[in-house]
């Protein structure tokens, strides 16, 4: 099947206000949604959800106009007072190098038995992780450019790393910002190559202390192979898990991508990121999906990425995860394959692949509104979107993830977070959804300021206000139901912001 | 075979009758099949159980496991003796006087038959018992919950940890409470104005009225045990002192005995444990793995001790996904693998014995020259704790574990 043309595409996205058009249209959906709720819609899937004024500002510019905005974020600008609060986070903004050669230097006083350094650890290490969430969570909430946001977080859990193992915690920030963000609506050659090379990757999945056995089985040092990477950017980062590969491909793709590492002590001091190291690789000659690889140092790996990045199994495999995180946790196969056959023409432009998803009827369609079951993540950040409250202490925000078994940086495996009603959706889970939508609507989350522990409060922040609830329907416009409207105008005056955050339609997106 | 359908029969007679109270229906005949306890722990990321049961007494071990592999029994960081060829690793000694008294067995080169050496695919299975089926929509433990006799409460079916596991998923109910031992705590719906508003939100709500309704009868359960715990499990508090326990799980474990001690009706729990993915530095009888053994040991022999006399009728099973390379990788760690160790600890286990087809750690027995062979379907095992411990019948047992193949384990690690 041959993708449509780009610029039929692009007619398709302006017209969207008239979903289903002729073509490949499936059989007619029933009532088409309203203008408002499109642009719900797209402010819930394209966004972290609507702010107040999005619902309305959205209807008025056209979600055509508005989602090919998002799609060249480069081109909307940050606004000052944020760009002014990411510039502030010292830990966030220093290199890779920087951050680590602190980590070091930390964990050699503590070895040493330095009196407080323990202490200084754990207040870097608090400092850090409390940096790394505001940075993100920052612009989640306030980033015009809600698109890359969103992203990010695909991304984020796509080429998952954890930011609790080791010398990682000291390299997320560097990870995202470098290999994550810049290629997040770009190239997947490129992203895959930027967190293929990046230490925290390299770290993480170990490939950076994978080598060609040692011949000399004396050596003080003893080489070998470590597959974890290998396995993981086959299973999870390219062809999927059914994609057709053997454990003897695992196996060869870990040797061709020996000698793929970094120096800890050349990052800290100079800034090194990625290294091959000839001395680690496996010279010889390797068979790998069939294919006969002759010894070519670094650039049998770089080959083995641009094949993976191009493989139609790839396309297909994350087409049909893009797909599940845009339309829904089932996603319609016609879909799929128009993103793979967009995949494919394009090598893997993911900016191309996005603009025939959300041009697709199956996108814009009663079914797919509100299919999706929020995660903790789009839970928290759309409350607080839509509550337009004013954050300067995330840490009620990062609590509530973690309580809700989502903590940011946090997930442990290389799978990353899923997104579906299966994974999230429980009963312990819809009652703290409940309590934070309470506190939250009732003023009671400390989000007005950051107080140390170790200092004195001065003065006392000053207490937020409870939310007016006429403002969050409003705000909320084109996503709540009647019945929830109903109910919510027969409930206590003082409960229906808190009833509208925590409804139904509410933990949906 | 007659006795059992006796059992049964009598059994889903008494479930008819209904009971008047949570108190009254436990002390009920039914109270044979019930009473029965089931917990389930997974380890996530799979255990390297070639060091948990280490073949110490194989030629082949220490030269396939130059760094890692554990010691001799006797030597310094040795493993502990269990019967003169496997050890135990030493981060596991708190396990030692379950396994002198015999309700502690293992069942070596068992695990899942499909191949696969994917983490999530094969935790998938071992939780959907239908390997290389990725379609079931169910759990087995709730397949299990539903097949069992006796009426269905939320609580029936427990799992501790921060999501529902695919394990529970399924039409029966289940209920997951949080780590953290906060679950017992008051909440915002507690306030009777608080859960009017959202009764009404999602009373007969299509998509979330049934996860709402069992969350709030889950806390209902939860809140009364807790209430009726605090003079009970007094004693046993002080005897501790109140000391915090070095790391989650026996923290965890201590919870679980205090919530089934107090509360019949829990009969099924699960719980999930991470960080075993011991690619790199994983130790030998100290180090990485040794630290993660070492408090899910403790908690274990807490769970046995806090259980009390209900430990008598409760089995633990404990299963990994799939085990690690016999040979130990170029970063002092191992790579995925094939078959593993299951755990068995309880009354109704014929311990003090490592079960299962062993064929040694030698080249020829490896699979593919690489890691232990499944020689026993993990499904066999919990097939026969299924059968011999929560006496179901051969009809349910086909429907908690469909497309069984046909040899059953042909050892008895579980009594009659």
Known sequence: MRPHPLPVLLLCAALCAQPALAGAAPPAPPAPLAPEQQAAHVLNRLAFGPRPGDVERVTRMGVGRWIDEQLQPEAIALPAALAARLDGLGTVTRSAGASLEEY????????????????????????????????????????????????????????????????????????????????????????????????????????????????????????????????????????????????????????????????????????????????????????????????DGQREGERALDVLALHPTTARHVSRQLAQYFVSDDPPQALVERMTATWRASGGDIRAVLRTLFASPEFMSTEAAGAKFKTPYQFVLSALRASGVAVANVGPLTNTMSQLGMPLYGCQTPDGYKNTQEAWLNPDALTRRIAFATALAGGRLPLAAFQPATQPATQSAPAPLPLDPAALQAALAGSLSPRTLGIVSQGPARLRAAMLLGSPDFMQR | MQRRDFLNALALGAGIVLPLGPHAWAATASASATRRKLVVVMLRGAVDGLNVVAPVGDENYLRLRPTIGLAAPGME????????????????????????????????????????????????????????????????????????????????????????????????????????????????????????????????????????????????????????????????????????????????????????????????????????????????????????????????????????????????????EFGRTARENGNGGTDHGHGNVMWLLGGNVNGGKVYGEWEGVGDAALNEGRDLPVNTDFRSVLAQVSERHLLLGDKQLAQVFPAMPQRTAAFQVVKG
């Open chain 1, 104 to 295: 070091l230097a930390l964990r050699r006083q503590v070895r040493d038995e330095d009196e407080g350094a323990r202490q200084r650890r754990r207040e870097r290490d608090a400092r850090v992780a409390r940096e790394a969430a505001e940075a993100r969570l920052l612009r989640a909430l306030e980033s015009p450019r809600q698109l890359e946001e969103v992203m990010v977080d695909f991304w984020y859990n796509h080429f998952n790393v954890f930011a609790g193992k080791g010398i990682d915690r000291a390299l997320v920030t560097s990870y995202e910002n470098e290999a994550i963000r810049p290629h997040a609506l770009g190239s997947f050659r490129d992203l895959l190559g930027a967190t293929a090379k990046h230490p925290a990757m390299l770290f993480y999945l170990d490939n950076a202390v994978s080598s060609a056995p040692d011949p000399n089985p004396k050596a003080k040092r003893k080489g070998g192979l470590n597959e974890n990477y290998a396995r993981e950017l086959m299973e999870l980062h390219t062809l999927g898990v059914d994609g057709g590969y053997t454990q003897q491909d695992v196996t060869e793709l870990a040797r061709m991508l020996t000698g793929w590492t970094f120096d800890q002590r050349r990052l800290a001091a100079g800034g090194e990121g990625f290294r091959f190291d000839p001395k680690r690789h496996d010279q010889g000659s390797k068979i790998w999906l069939g294919q006969a690889i002759a010894p």
């Open chain 2, 77 to 320: 960081g040795g493993a502990l003796d269990l019967d003169g060829y496997f050890g135990l690793h030493p981060a596991l000694a708190s396990l030692q006087p379950l396994w002198q008294h015999k309700k502690l067995a293992f069942v070596h080169a068992s695990g899942s038959p499909d191949a696969t050496r994917s983490h999530f695919d094969a935790q998938d299975y071992m939780e959907s018992a239908t390997p290389g089926r990725k379609n079931t929509p169910d759990g087995w433990m709730n397949r299990l919950v539903a097949a069992l006799p006796g009426s269905a409460t939320p609580s029936r079916l427990l799992g501790i940890g921060p999501v529902m596991p695919r394990i529970l998923a399924g039409t029966a109910a289940a209920v997951n409470l949080p780590n953290v031992a906060s679950a017992a705590k008051a909440d915002v719906l507690d306030r009777p104005e608080v859960a009017a508003a959202f009764d009404a939100l999602y009373g007969g709500h299509p998509r979330f009225g049934r996860a709402y309704a069992d969350g709030r009868s889950a806390h209902r359960e939860v809140l009364d045990t807790a209430i009726e715990k605090d003079h009970d499990s007094a004693p046993m508090m002080a005897a501790d002192r109140g000391a915090p326990l070095p790391n989650g799980f026996p923290d965890d474990a201590a919870r679980l005995a205090t919530l089934m001690r107090n509360d019949p009706r829990i009969q099924l729990a699960f719980v999930a444990l991470g960080g075993w993915d011991t690619h790199a530095a994983q130790g030998a009888g100290s180090g990485q793995l040794a630290n993660r053994l070492a408090p899910l040991g403790q908690g274990l022999a807490l769970l046995a001790e806090r259980l009390g006399p209900l430990f008598d009728d409760t089995l633990v099973v404990v299963m990994s």
